[in-house]
């Protein structure tokens, strides 16, 4: 291992996903382990803490051995520990920080404390095989990000590295949360995102017109997806009562249709309003391939000027690189969370 590579391990337990990754000089994916418990919790219809929690415990120890197996390195050869505190379920949150808090103790090196929604936005700082991205992804600030996953749908400002600002955030459900309520309300399974946009891509966009939220003049960047969500239940029922069929993926186009214009048009329009140098999208909803791909054309067409990134699908949704990314320029600057790290469960940008 070459002495200028920083090495950080990153922990993730913030929701259902166990996560361990070792990241060199915060970009380079040394091995990226994401265990998932999603059919432990599919036959709930969503995520059980409880079981969330213990199912970390189970797994974290050994994912953490195989992360390190996997980079071909041993504890010796880290620089730092990483783990987001937040936001996240409380008690799957504390198995990451109490694991990550141990190992810098006993390996007497560095603990970072990472913004989980930071760790999405830095998930497009690590290099992948996607054109552009091998050497540098060459990002620039300030930047504008918008991270969309099952808790948050938040539109933000960031200047400059380790700062950002809110422009906006859903008043209500996550636009991820409604991926997932429509789909159980569809008996389609959990979690919603990937199933709906399977099933968008047989149907037709435009077949039922359901509501866009785009909010009163003073909350432009913000969001709203529960009256789209009331108005998919109210059609189902509506249909029922009628006795007629449901045509699933027009149901499903149409509803990712509402969904991606909305998400789209605001996050067009502060860039057009405020000119940064890039976009970049994250979270668990940017792998929805259509939010990608209207994205990318729509501010190819308005702000051309701005480059626009977006995580290869399986780096949108929680993983622990992210977490080791974002970490890296706390590394830098030397800023360290003591041993006394809590979890906060409600901790936003
Ligand atoms: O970021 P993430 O993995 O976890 C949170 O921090 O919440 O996001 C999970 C969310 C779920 O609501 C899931 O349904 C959604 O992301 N999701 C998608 C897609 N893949 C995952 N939503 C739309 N289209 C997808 N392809
Ligand atoms: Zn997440």
Known sequence: MLA?????????????????????????????????????????????????????????NTLIDVALDKAGVGFDDLDALAVSYGPGLVGALLVG???AKTLAYALDIPLIAVNHLEGHIYANFLLHDQAGHE?????????????ASGGHTDLVWVPRMRESMILGQTRDDAAGEAFDKVARALDLGYPGGPIIDCLARQGNPSAIPFPRAYLDEGSRYDFSFSGLKSAVLNYLHQQKQKGKMI???DLAASFQAAVVEVLVEKTVAAAME???ASLLLSGGVAANSSLRRQM???????????????????????????IAAAAFPYLQSREFASLDLNAVPNLSF
Not at 33 to 57: D, K, N, T, W, Y
Not at 135 to 147: H, R, S, W
Not at 302 to 319: E, G, I, R
């Open 296 to 322: 990318r054309e729509r501010l190819l067409e308005l702000a051309p000027a701005v480059k626009f990134y977006c995580p290869p699908p399986s780096l949108c949704t929680d993983n622990a690189a992210m």
């Open 135 to 147: 050497e540098d992804a060459g990002i620039q600030f300030p930047l504008l990000g918008l991270v």
């Open 97 to 99: 920080i109490a694991t």
């Open 4 to 60: 200028t590579n920083r090495l950080i391990l990153g922990i993730e337990t913030s929701c259902d996903e166990t996560a361990a990754a070792v990241v060199a000089n915060g970009n380079r994916i040394l091995s990226n382990l994401v265990f998932s418990q999603v059919e432990r919790h599919a036959l709930f219809g969503g995520v059980v803490p409880e079981i969330a929690s213990r199912l970390h415990l189970e797994t974290i």
């Open 274 to 276: 405020r000119k940064p």
């Open 247 to 249: 045509d699933v993926p």
